[in-house]
């Protein structure tokens, strides 16, 4: 530790100040904000923490510690963290940035802090004038960050909407001679469009793949890191039996999310929130056929048919019923090939901004390490 600097408690230099219920001074014009672990709730009329407290979650999901600049009312979902003389209350706050309150969690239903476990930590404190400096060196620094974050995430949102702007420039107009029919009817005969296994069950070690709604975050799908069911339990849903290249729909959650299954999941299953899309062949491509369910003329169709409040979902029949419509295959593979070029270009700047906001989160932590081991002191 550098000289000047000491090691302290927690209990030493701060007080925590639990968090009470918000019903007895909650108002509709109150002047205090109500805070929780995420974020303001609410108003209030009274407040129980002085403007310059730092906010941390205390029972469920630990969220990022919240620096809260007036007087305000923390419910019992959060703690505030109000420094003593001889603490910058900017200082503490970016101390709590990078410390892990994480580890102290107890619990598993509803993992909780502890206020004794949280009076325990410690933390180094250099002098007040020190504290003020590296506040102000991290302050500006985190000024460019955010900066430079927010063009990295305007680049992001630009690659994204330059694909689905071409994407609805093929469909969102059908040219002369384009076909159109239900789902239902531009499938194989062999393709039911039936929902997957309802009761998937445990994990199965060495068992049979299985494809959930949450697994489809990337275009194609893999075996890897699929959970495993008994073999068992897919007898009853030969109808949604892999074959491999299937369109994975979902079709309860994230309803209209699209992925394709690779070749490797050839006899894997899919869950109930999934319905596996065969095309004929003689009429849609497979390739044609992910970006058809991905264009806003589908997704719209499938957006009035979702239903639901905890959980989202669309019926089958409403799947079956939804309207595509195609070229002949010549033209499809025109379309897809032009789809894919950019596709590939939007993949590429996403990937580049991804990069970027990883990058700005690394040099954020590097910069907050540096602070509180007293090897930011000699930047000018």
């Excluded at 100040?17 to 904000?33: D, I, K, M, T």
């Excluded at 933390?123 to 020190?130: D, N, S």
């Excluded at 239903?307 to 079956?320: E, F, K, T």
Aim: net charge positive; with cysteine; hydrophobic share 40%.
């Amino acid at each position: 530790m550098r000289d000047g600097w000491r090691s302290a408690r927690f209990r030493d230099v701060l007080d925590i100040v639990s968090g009470r219920n918000q019903r007895a001074v909650e108002s509709e014009s109150g002047p205090y904000p109500i805070y929780g672990s995420g974020g303001v709730i609410g108003r209030a009329s009274d407040y129980l923490c002085e403007a310059g407290t730092t906010i941390i979650g205390r029972k469920g999901s630990i969220n990022s510690p919240i620096f809260v600049d007036r007087p305000f009312w923390n419910v019992d979902t959060a703690f505030g963290l109000a420094p003593k003389d001889g603490l910058d209350p900017k200082f503490l706050f970016r101390f709590c940035e990078l410390y892990d309150f994480a580890r102290h969690n107890k619990g598993t239903t509803l993992p909780s802090l502890v206020k004794t476990d949280l009076l325990a930590i410690a933390m180094p404190v250099p002098p007040p004038a020190e504290q003020r400096r590296i506040v102000g060196i991290l302050d500006e620094a985190f000024d460019g960050i955010a900066t430079a974050r927010q063009n990295a995430e305007r680049n992001l949102r630009n690659a994204r909407a330059l694909f689905e702007s071409y994407l609805d420039s093929v469909f969102s107009r059908p040219g002369e001679g384009w076909t159109e029919r239900h789902l239902a009817q531009a499938v194989e005969a062999t393709c039911t469009l039936s929902y997957g296994i309802v009761q998937p069950g445990e994990e199965y070690p060495n068992g049979l793949p299985v494809v959930r709604p949450m697994d489809l975050t990337t275009k194609t799908i893999s075996a890897s890191g699929l959970k495993r069911i008994d073999p068992k339990r897919a007898d009853s849903y030969q109808r949604t039996r892999l074959h491999g290249g299937e369109l994975l729909l979902c079709v309860r959650g994230s309803t209209g999310v699209v992925s394709v299954a690779s070749t490797e999941l050839a006899s894997a299953n899919v869950t109930r929130g999934i319905v596996p899309v065969r095309f004929d062949s003689a009429a849609i491509t497979q390739d044609f056929g992910y970006y058809l369910l991905r264009s806003d003329a589908v997704q719209r169709q499938v957006r009035q048919k979702t239903y639901g409040a905890a959980l989202m979902q669309i019926n089958i029949r409403d799947v079956r019923g939804i309207g595509v419509w195609y070229p002949s295959l010549k033209e499809q593979a025109a379309f897809v090939a032009r789809l894919d070029k950019v596709s590939a270009i939007t993949e590429s700047l996403e990937a580049n901004s991804q990069r970027k906001l990883a990058a700005l989160d690394e040099l954020r932590q590097s910069l907050l390490q540096q602070a509180f081991s007293g090897r930011l002191l000699s930047t000018p």
